[in-house]
């Protein structure tokens, strides 16, 4: 084991340690169950990652070693993917606004939903689907890296452990714009950017990693079992209803709330929501956060591993 890798793992050892000596020094709001709870996700996802190291040095080689190969082929992905259309990338805009002036429409107005809320539905529900929107595109964009760039496959030089990468980074670009979008839409309701609205750059860096973890299973699997994108679609189309991002499940089932924060989407958007609206830091929701964490950390493991050990039939099955 070179010396890299030795001070890597002693490193999230002793960050393990230092986290649980601070949470029952320091967190006196929480009870002893919560503090061994929360102590205990910590440690679980500090382990996964010192038991597979191997994907921890696998994100830096594909990051750090093919930054330049990264972003130039995200921007040709990104720049290719409206390309013979009349409006081009113009496309990339109209459709998430469509379908956020559409459910604002048939939610507010038409079931008039938004009256019990102390801010205005539209900014409430944008916050939600800004998030939402990167998700969807990201994952199917991710789960297809691998066919839309078969020929890259084929060749026995290219590293294509950076696909995935591609192709959720070209996703981002979008993203990023709508975030400002939604930024700027609030000033216009007299919403304005303070130091919690900076939390988004945390809550998009979480749901990058979530999406990719999860890409790099599904560009995997897809390619032995072709109807994966049709389940995916499918899940989509439930998930923008059960995560909840249109109605707040909150008022209605307490209970389900707890099990519905299981689902990674839902701390991004809730984060969305903290940041724009309630005023929330995520350091204030220690166990959902520690929750998200574990689940991204093994899923992220999961996928990685998953790929690593298929991709040597990828050029044969493609």
Same mark, same amino acid.
């Given at each position: 084991?070179?010396?890299?890798?030795?001070?890597?793992?002693?490193?999230?050892?002793?960050?393990?340690? @230092?986290?649980?000596?601070?949470?029952?020094?320091?967190?006196?709001?929480?009870?002893?169950?919560?503090?061994? /709870?929360?102590?205990? @996700?910590?440690?679980?996802?500090?382990?996964?990652?010192?038991?597979?190291?191997?994907?921890? =040095?696998?994100?830096?080689?594909?990051? !750090?070693?093919?930054?330049?190969?990264?972003?130039?082929?995200?921007?040709?992905?990104?720049?290719?993917?409206?390309?013979?259309?009349?409006?081009?990338?113009?496309?990339?805009?109209?459709?998430?606004?469509?379908?956020? @002036?559409?459910?604002?429409?048939?939610?507010?107005?038409?079931?008039?939903?938004?009256?019990?809320?102390?801010?205005? =539905?539209? !900014?409430?529900?944008?916050?939600?689907?800004?998030?939402?929107?990167?998700?969807?595109?990201?994952?199917?964009?991710?789960?297809?890296?691998?066919?839309?760039?078969?020929?890259?496959?084929?060749?026995?030089?290219?590293?294509?452990? &950076?696909?995935?990468?591609?192709?959720?980074?070209?996703?981002?670009? /979008?993203?990023?714009?709508?975030?400002? =979008? /939604?930024?700027?839409?609030?000033?216009?309701?007299?919403?304005?950017?303070?130091?919690?609205?900076?939390?988004?750059?945390?809550?998009?860096?979480?749901?990058?990693?979530?999406?990719?973890?999860?890409?790099?299973?599904?560009?995997?699997?897809? &390619?032995?079992?072709?109807?994966?994108?049709? /389940?995916?679609?499918?899940?989509?189309?439930?998930?923008?209803?059960?995560?909840?991002?249109?109605?707040?499940?909150?008022?209605?089932?307490?209970?389900?709330?707890?099990?519905?924060?299981?689902?990674?989407?839902?701390?991004?958007?809730?984060?969305?929501?903290?940041?724009?609206?309630?005023?929330?830091?995520?350091?204030?929701?220690?166990?959902?956060?520690?929750?998200?964490?574990?689940?991204?950390?093994?899923?992220?493991? =999961?996928?990685?591993?998953?790929?690593?050990?298929?991709?040597?039939?990828?050029?044969?099955?493609?």
């Amino acid at each position: 084991m070179s010396k890299k890798k030795k001070l890597l793992i002693t490193a999230l050892i002793v960050l393990a340690v @230092l986290a649980d000596i601070l949470i029952f020094a320091f967190m006196d709001s929480m009870d002893l169950k919560q503090k061994l /709870i929360l102590c205990g @996700l910590i440690d679980i996802s500090i382990l996964m990652l010192v038991f597979n190291k191997e994907v921890l =040095f696998g994100i830096g080689d594909n990051v !750090l070693h093919d930054r330049g190969l990264i972003m130039s082929l995200a921007k040709n992905d990104f720049k290719t993917k409206y390309a013979g259309s009349y409006f081009g990338i113009i496309w990339a805009f109209i459709q998430p606004v469509i379908m956020v @002036l559409v459910y604002w429409f048939a939610l507010d107005i038409g079931l008039r939903s938004g009256r019990t809320m102390n801010y205005p =539905f539209i !900014l409430w529900l944008m916050a939600g689907l800004v998030p939402w929107f990167f998700f969807a595109e990201a994952l199917g964009s991710g789960t297809n890296a691998l066919m839309e760039y078969s020929y890259l496959v084929k060749k026995v030089v290219f590293k294509i452990d &950076i696909l995935p990468i591609v192709k959720v980074t070209s996703a981002i670009f /979008i993203h990023l714009f709508f975030v400002a =979008f /939604i930024v700027l839409f609030q000033c216009f309701y007299g919403y304005f950017p303070d130091l919690y609205t900076i939390q988004l750059i945390y809550y998009i860096f979480c749901m990058y990693v979530f999406v990719l973890g999860v890409s790099y299973f599904t560009s995997a699997a897809v &390619i032995f079992f072709r109807d994966l994108n049709q /389940i995916i679609a499918i899940i989509l189309q439930v998930g923008i209803w059960a995560t909840p991002i249109m109605w707040n499940i909150g008022d209605f089932m307490p209970k389900l709330d707890s099990v519905m924060k299981l689902n990674p989407v839902y701390y991004v958007v809730s984060g969305f929501r903290d940041s724009l609206l309630v005023k929330v830091w995520f350091w204030e929701r220690p166990v959902w956060t520690a929750v998200f964490w574990t689940i991204v950390i093994f899923l992220y493991v =999961f996928g990685y591993n998953t790929f690593k050990k298929l991709k040597v039939h990828f050029a044969d099955v493609l």
